[in-house]
């Protein structure tokens, strides 16, 4: 049972990059998905997410640095969810993590990523001329 992410590299600013968010082992249909992300010297910070669709409260979010840039997709049928990352600066610079919990994203809570009980690896997007 385990989370795997793809897609991270080095981009341009300006430029796009979709990440990927594989489940294996297990399905996400009942769960929400999240990316968080962190950058050298800083705190985690969540990204965006994305509840299950037969979770009550539904929905997908975003940080307000991200809003209008990045779009979290599901595609329950192969258990992955996919961030598409745009207009992307050298201060998205990090090191992406994939979460995932049961039902709803919670992205009201305190300390959002403590209600993720599933993590990946976590990848590197460097964005940089």
């Not at 990440?19 to 910070?45: D, N």
């Not at 305190?110 to 599933?118: G, K, V, W």
Request: charged fraction near 15%; hydrophobic fraction near 35%.
């Amino acid at each position: 049972v385990q989370l795997v992410e793809s897609g991270g590299g080095y981009v341009q600013p300006g430029g796009s990059v979709r990440l990927s968010c594989a489940a294996s082992g297990f399905t996400l249909e009942y769960r929400a998905i999240a990316w968080f992300r962190q950058a050298p010297g800083k705190e985690r910070e969540a990204v965006s997410c994305i509840s299950s669709r037969s979770s009550r409260f539904g929905g997908t979010y975003y940080a307000d640095s991200v809003k209008g840039r990045f779009t979290l997709s599901r595609v329950d049928a192969n258990s992955t969810g996919y961030l598409q990352m745009s207009s992307l600066q050298p201060g998205d610079t990090a090191v992406y993590y994939c979460a995932t919990r049961t039902w709803d994203c919670t992205w009201t809570a305190e300390n959002i990523a403590h209600n993720f009980d599933l993590w990946g690896q976590g990848i590197q997007v460097t964005v940089s001329s």
